[in-house]
């Protein structure tokens, strides 16, 4: 049974552009959020996708936006990067029922960094 | 709003300390409680959780009761491995909501 998993890894860009990082729900949870992780800090929640559709959101800026394909599978973009947006970004995934709806299962982030 | 603060670290243990990581929030209602565990350069780990108050959740030899009168999720472990090394994260959902709010974390060290 696969686990959350991000793509790609790591990143590196550039101020000004703009970044695509991709998700994949575990088997069986039809519910994405994504969180920013600054260094030495703890993961600040961004926003949430439910049924393609963004349910929650998070203390983020229109430069932060997503989407939740049919498959689950979601993307987060970020335009016109900063060099504070550099941070690991965390994508975690739930369910409906039970326990699946109460625990939040984290993928291993993707590290990007903006010069 | 809802927070989380946790103790500063780092903690710095010898092998087979006791080991507590203090928590408390700040949240309306009555919030699930969770510890998270994050080793170096990986994604984050459920580690154990508590759903009401004076439940205990437990995994791997750690512990955390949900105290509601004092508002707090401490974590203990009898006995600490040098493995256990790692930053712990505590963190709170209200039931209104899915989103989860975390603590600043709390680095762990352990020395042989």
Redesign the interface.
């Known amino acids: 049974d696969a686990g959350v998993t991000q793509s790609p890894t790591h990143l590196i860009k550039t101020r000004g552009q703009q970044v695509t990082l991709r998700c994949s729900p575990k088997s069986g949870h039809d519910t994405v959020s994504w969180y920013q992780q600054a260094l030495g800090q703890g993961p600040q929640f961004i926003f949430q996708y439910y049924e393609e559709e963004e349910r929650q959101r998070g203390n983020f800026p229109d430069r932060f936006s997503g989407h939740q394909f049919p498959n689950y599978s979601s993307e987060l973009n970020v335009n016109a990067l900063l060099l504070g947006d550099s941070a690991l970004y965390l994508c975690a995934s739930s369910g409906l029922a039970g326990d699946n709806q109460e625990t939040q299962y984290f993928g291993p982030g993707t590290r990007l960094l903006v010069l | 709003g809802d927070s989380?603060t946790q103790m500063e670290g780092p903690v710095t243990l010898s092998e087979e300390a006791f080991l507590t990581i203090n928590c408390t929030y700040t949240a309306t209602g009555y919030p699930?409680l969770?510890w998270?565990v994050q080793y170096p350069g990986?994604?984050?780990?459920?580690l154990l959780?508590a759903?009401k108050a004076d439940d205990k959740g437990s995994n791997k030899g750690f512990e955390a009761t949900y105290r509601k009168e004092t508002t707090s999720f401490h974590l203990e472990k009898g006995s600490v491995q040098v493995s256990d090394s790692a930053v712990y994260?505590c963190?709170l959902?209200r039931n209104a909501?899915?989103?989860?709010?975390?603590?600043?974390?709390t680095r762990l060290m352990v020395k042989p």
């Open positions: 989380v699930s969770f998270y990986e994604g984050l780990q459920l959780k759903t994260f963190a959902r909501g899915n989103m989860l709010t975390f603590g600043g974390g």
